[in-house]
C-alpha cells in the first residue's frame, strides 16, 4: 500500500511568482487536506477536498487554491507568492470522506522557499 | 472554535526517564484529541487519538494519553525515554461536525544519553 506521496520535495520561488503543488493520496482515500506549517509552528489548515468539492477553508487568502481530480490526487496553487508564504505545505488524505474521526495521513511535505 | 495549548515549547529528559508533554485545549462541544509526532524533514505520524469511550488512550511507541474533560487536558506520557523519541510532538483537536485539525505550536523533545 502507497502512503501519501507529495512532490516536489523543495522549491526556491521568487517573490511575485506562482507555485503548484502535488499530492497522490493513500490509496482508497477519498479526501484531502493541505495545511502549511511556518518554521517553528504548527500546521495551518488551508482547506480540505472531499470527492473532488471544496469541503472547507481556513483563514487563508483567495490566492491559495485547490483541486481535487478523480483519482483524489490533488494540488494546492499559490499566485503572487510573498515571503510569508515560505514554509512547509503538508498534503493530509483520510478515508470515508469528512469527519475527525477519520485518522489523517500526512505526507513528507513540500518545502517552500521564496526569495 | 477550537484550539489547543501546549505547554512548554522544548523539553529535555534523560534516557529512561518519563516523558510528559502537557496538552490543554479548548472546546465548546466534545472535542476529538489527536498527538502526532514529526521527525526532521518529515511529515506528522499519528501516535494516538481519542474520540469517544475509554479517557485513557494508548498509542505507538509505549505513549498513552488520558483526556480529562474537567481539566480540558490531554497530556501524553511516556514511561521510558528513548533516544528515538527525541521528535517534535504536536497535539491537535477537532469536533464532531469540523473538517481540520488544530494544532498546537509543538513541543521539542531531546533525550540525553
Known amino acids: 500500500e502507497t502512503g501519501v506521496t507529495q512532490s516536489p520535495t523543495h522549491l526556491i520561488k521568487t517573490r511575485g511568482q506562482q507555485v503548484t503543488l502535488r499530492c497522490s493520496s493513500q490509496?482508497?482515500?477519498?479526501?484531502v487536506s493541505w495545511y502549511q506549517q511556518a518554521l517553528g509552528q504548527g500546521p495551518q489548515f488551508i482547506f480540505q477536498?472531499?470527492?473532488?468539492?471544496?469541503?472547507g477553508r481556513g483563514n487563508f487568502p483567495p490566492r491559495f487554491s485547490g483541486l481535487q481530480f478523480p483519482n483524489y490526487s490533488s494540488e494546492l496553487n499559490v499566485n503572487a507568492l510573498e515571503l510569508d508564504d515560505s514554509a512547509l505545505y503538508l498534503c493530509?488524505?483520510?478515508?470515508?470522506?469528512?469527519?475527525?474521526?477519520?485518522?489523517?495521513?500526512f505526507g513528507p511535505g513540500t518545502r517552500l522557499t521564496v526569495t | 472554535a477550537q484550539s489547543v495549548t501546549q505547554l512548554g515549547s522544548h523539553v529535555s529528559v534523560s534516557e529512561g526517564a518519563l516523558v510528559l508533554l502537557r496538552c490543554n485545549y479548548s472546546?465548546?462541544?466534545?472535542?476529538?484529541l489527536f498527538w502526532y509526532v514529526q521527525y526532521p524533514n518529515q511529515g506528522l505520524q499519528l501516535l494516538l487519538k481519542?474520540?469517544?469511550?475509554?479517557?485513557l488512550v494508548k498509542g505507538i511507541n509505549g505513549f498513552e494519553a488520558e483526556f480529562k474533560k474537567s481539566e480540558t487536558s490531554f497530556h501524553l506520557t511516556k514511561p521510558s525515554a528513548h533516544m528515538s523519541d527525541a521528535a517534535e510532538y504536536f497535539c491537535?483537536?477537532?469536533?464532531?461536525?469540523?473538517?481540520?485539525?488544530?494544532f498546537g505550536a509543538g513541543t521539542t523533545v531531546t533525550v540525553r544519553a
Open positions: 493530509a488524505s483520510s478515508p470515508g470522506g469528512q469527519g475527525p474521526s477519520y485518522e489523517q495521513y
Open positions: 490509496s482508497g482515500h477519498n479526501t
Open positions: 477536498y472531499y470527492r473532488e468539492e471544496e469541503n
Open positions: 472546546s465548546s462541544v466534545p472535542p476529538y
Open positions: 481519542y474520540t469517544t469511550g475509554a479517557t
Open positions: 491537535a483537536v477537532s469536533t464532531t461536525n469540523d473538517y481540520k485539525l488544530s
